[in-house]
């Protein structure tokens, strides 16, 4: 059975730095594509970043690029979002996301096998 967890969702200050991790069991975790996904209270889910198998390839949305951080360790099946000069956007529930097809498309949310429940971010002016 696979199961994937997020953790480090918190309330931070405008400007502050969070750190989210991922981990996943019951997959060939090396072998999954990996992202992180956010939605806020009214919008739809939106991609944030992913990454490849060997972490040798990572991708960011606009909004993030220049202030978050993904990595993996494929030793311990986690994977890691680094977030700094958090914002009040950045504001929500943020979603780990694996897919054996790797991050080709990887904004279409319907391509991912499995989820996690996720963690929230809060961010205070």
């Known amino acids: 059975q696979v199961e994937v967890v997020e953790s480090g969702g918190g309330l931070v200050q405008a400007g502050g730095s969070l750190r989210l991790s991922c981990t996943a069991s019951g997959l060939p975790f090396r072998l999954y594509g990996l992202a992180w996904f956010r939605q806020a209270p009214g919008k739809e889910r939106e991609a944030v970043s992913c990454?490849?198998?060997?972490?040798?390839?990572?991708w960011y949305a606009d909004s993030v690029k220049e202030r978050f951080t993904i990595s993996r360790d494929n030793t311990k099946n986690t994977l890691i979002l680094e977030m700094n000069s958090l914002k009040p956007d950045d504001t929500a529930m943020y979603y780990c996301a694996a897919s054996g097809r790797g991050c080709g498309d990887y904004r279409t949310p319907e391509k991912w096998d499995y989820w996690g429940q996720g963690t929230q971010v809060t961010v205070s002016l």
């Open positions: 990454i490849s198998w060997l972490g040798d390839y990572t």
